[in-house]
Antibody, heavy 116, light 107 residues
Framework: EVQLVDSGGGLVQPGGSLRLSCTAS????????MNWVRQAPGKGLEWVSF????????QYADSVKGRFTISRDDAKNSLYLHMNNLRAEDTAVYYC?????????WGQGTLVTVSS | EIVLTQSPDTLSLSPGERATLSCRAS??????LGWYQQKPGQAPRLLIY???NRATGIPARFSGSGSGTDFTLTISSLEPEDFAVYYC?????????FGQGTKLEIK
């Protein structure tokens, strides 16, 4: 069974940093591209970032470019999102999402709240 | 950036009725369009990928169609568990984008 477990969310002050993690199981993690997608409270879905298998291709939404860094550790079946210089508008549930051509499985999400 | 516009914003129907949800892209996405269902407090779930392919375990009452800029998700006969928010998503071009969602509510 495919499982994606998101963690690392919490309350952080504006300008602060946070690292999100996603631990995968039930499939060959190294063979899949991975994404982060976020959802602000009561709002729709917003794609944040993508990393290909082998980390050859990395993409970011303009809203996070230069502040967020996506990475992966295939030996640990893990995906990461390093978030710096956080803003109030980054407040959202962040989902780790698997992709192989199309996005299919989603983690349960981890809540990031940026507030003083 | 490709903008996806879903219509209607809210659709009020009764169980057993047919639901038709629309997604229009600001430019062609060929057939690289998917549909996701989200229930309150849950992560989205893939229903349809690449316009018309049902994901594993998705009932046959869900179907997708379209190409280019106009796409449709059809639920042939609504079950009580189908009332949720539905999002379309394009993977044709970076940045990936989602529609704003259609809320399917019980009439």
């Amino acid at each position: 069974e495919v499982q994606l477990v998101d963690s690392g969310g919490g309350l952080v002050q504006p300008g602060g940093s946070l690292r999100l993690s996603c631990t995968a199981s039930g499939f060959t993690f190294s063979s899949f591209g991975m994404n982060w997608v976020r959802q602000a409270p009561g709002k729709g879905l917003e794609w944040v970032s993508f990393i290909s298998s082998g980390s050859n291709t990395i993409q970011y939404a303009d809203s996070v470019k230069g502040r967020f860094t996506i990475s992966r550790d295939d030996a640990k079946n893990s995906l990461y999102l390093h978030m710096n210089n956080l803003r109030a508008e980054d407040t959202a549930v962040y989902y780790c999402v698997r992709e192989r051509g199309h996005i299919d499985y989603w983690g349960q999400g981890t809540l990031v709240t940026v507030s003083s | 950036e490709i903008v996806l516009t879903q219509s209607p914003d809210t659709l009020s129907l009764s169980p057993g009725e047919r639901a038709t949800l629309s997604c229009r892209a600001s430019q062609s996405v060929i057939t690289y369009l998917g549909w996701y269902q989200q229930k309150p407090g849950q992560a989205p779930r893939l229903l349809i990928y690449d316009t018309s392919n049902r994901a594993t375990g998705i009932p046959a009452r869900f179907s997708g169609s379209g190409s280019g800029t106009d796409f449709t998700l059809t639920i042939s006969s609504l079950e009580p568990e189908d009332f949720a928010v539905y999002y379309c998503h394009q993977r044709y071009n970076w940045p990936y984008t989602f529609g704003q969602g259609t809320k399917l509510e019980i009439k």
